[in-house]
């Protein structure tokens, strides 16, 4: 595989970080297209805090059962100007680009691309909770 997957992400940074593995899809390709574009739009680096999970991981770090990380999705940062509203900004980009599953957080922005029929789009703010995707 090559190192990397756009030209502002590499592949590893998607990994799940136990299993150092990634499974690739039409949804991931998909997905990371769109993250690109979202980098493009926002004009400076993001940080992929997490991208795939391993069911073993994702359920170590807490994670929803039905996660879309199990598919694939990525919780993103700014990597300067942290804000809220900063991350204000990416989910309203997010939003326009097509992202259909937007969760916002104190420090990150969770991105997905679920399937319209599988589950519906859906929007979450959990800034003043401390839950998990």
């Keep these: 595989m090559q190192r990397s ?3 502002n992400f590499d592949w590893k ?9 990634l499974r690739v899809s039409d949804l991931t390709l998909f997905h990371i297209g769109l ?3 979202l980098r493009e739009q926002f004009g400076n680096p993001l940080k992929v805090n997490s991208g795939y999970r391993s069911r073993e991981h994702n359920r170590r770090v ?6 879309m990380h199990l598919e694939f999705a990525t919780d993103i940062a700014p990597t300067k100007n942290n804000t809220m509203d900063v991350l ?4 309203g980009l997010a939003e326009d680009l097509g992202f ?6 104190k420090t990150f922005v969770h991105l997905d691309c679920r399937d319209f029929i ?11 909770d401390d839950y998990k995707t």
Aim: charged letters at 40%; one cysteine or more; aromatic letters at 10%.
């Design 5 to 7: 997957a756009t030209k």
């Design 13 to 21: 940074e998607f990994y799940c970080p136990e299993e150092k593995e």
């Design 62 to 67: 807490g994670g929803a059962k039905r996660s």
């Design 88 to 91: 204000d900004e990416i989910a």
């Design 118 to 128: 599988a589950r519906p789009p859906a929007r979450w703010d959990h800034r003043s």
């Design 35 to 37: 993250l690109q574009k």
């Design 100 to 105: 259909s599953g937007i969760g916002r957080y």
